[in-house]
């Protein structure tokens, strides 16, 4: 409508914004814990640059910021596809990134024992044939006091997400399943875990688990409503994600979970 002031270049501008602000919500504490463990550990080890491996690394969305101040970054991924969108990125931003082709349980072979001072484990658990033989490749190639960072997705956050959507006879399925989840995958392909689950598996593997956070508490909850809502709203959001993560209560009703395992 002529005159209406939604409609104009100004107004999607500011759509773009407050869409900007939820996706932060949904991204953000992640990536700041991800700055806080290469700070940590860049102090520990008392070395600018670490080596970094990103097992399952895909399109290089953690990868590439990552590679920004210097770290020595290798993905390493089965789809080629993946990897070749991660060198563009790289490229594309004008940092370094070495990307090979491979699976998680052959990073050994593909990177060298005790060869990262960080692996990152971001939404590989739930499709690798074995997650206790991915978390013992981890554990292999990480120098002793190196981290790994793991993200996994919540069985207990899928249970409620389905029922919030109605899909009852889903979610009643799920929860059927629920303490299976880091031995056979659902229908759909995709393991979901307990964070107790995750700790086993880092305790199996040699690792001593960490610091936990929940990742995507409520935002996920929310979908939609807050991208065209004021700044206030999303700024709202955006803090209580972050007072809601480091919260125990809350760390499997979260999308995903983050935990850190240490050698």
């Known amino acids: 409508m002529a005159g209406d002031h939604r409609a104009g270049p100004g107004a999607a501008a ?32 008392g070395r ?26 290798t993905v390493i991924d089965p789809s080629p ?39 990152l484990c971001h939404s590989v658990l739930e499709y690798v044939d074995s997650p206790a033989a991915a978390m013992a490749a981890i554990a292999r190639v ?11 997705a919540s069985a207990v956050a899928a249970v409620i997400h389905r029922a919030l959507a109605g899909r009852f006879d889903e979610a009643r399925r799920l929860l059927a399943g629920l303490g299976g989840a880091a031995t056979e995958p659902p229908a759909d392909a995709a393991r979901r875990f307990t964070l107790a689950e995750v700790a086993g598996l ?9 610091t936990a956070h929940g ?24 803090a209580l994600e972050r007072s809601a993560s480091a919260q125990p209560a809350f760390h499997d009703l979260a999308t995903q979970f983050h935990v850190l395992g240490y050698r």
Do not use: C, K, N
């Open 14 to 45: 500011t759509r773009a914004r407050h869409r900007g602000s939820y996706d932060d919500a949904r991204t953000v504490v992640m990536r700041d814990l991800l700055l806080s463990v290469v700070s940590a550990l860049t102090s520990q080890s």
């Open 48 to 73: 600018e640059q670490l080596d970094i491996i990103d097992a399952g690394g895909g399109t290089g969305g953690f990868a590439v910021p990552l590679a920004g101040p210097g770290h020595r970054v």
């Open 81 to 119: 596809d993946s990897l070749a969108a991660a060198q563009r990125r790289a490229a594309e931003m004008g940092v370094s990134l070495r990307a090979v082709q491979g699976d998680a349980a052959d990073l050994v072979g593909l990177a060298g024992a005790e060869s990262a001072d960080l692996v």
């Open 142 to 152: 990480l120098r002793p006091g190196g981290t790994v960072s793991v993200l996994a």
């Open 202 to 210: 880092l305790e199996d593997a040699g690792l001593r688990p960490g």
């Open 215 to 238: 990742i995507r508490v409520f935002a996920d909850l929310v979908p939609g409503i807050f991208a065209d809502a004021d700044p206030a709203a999303a700024d709202a959001l955006l």
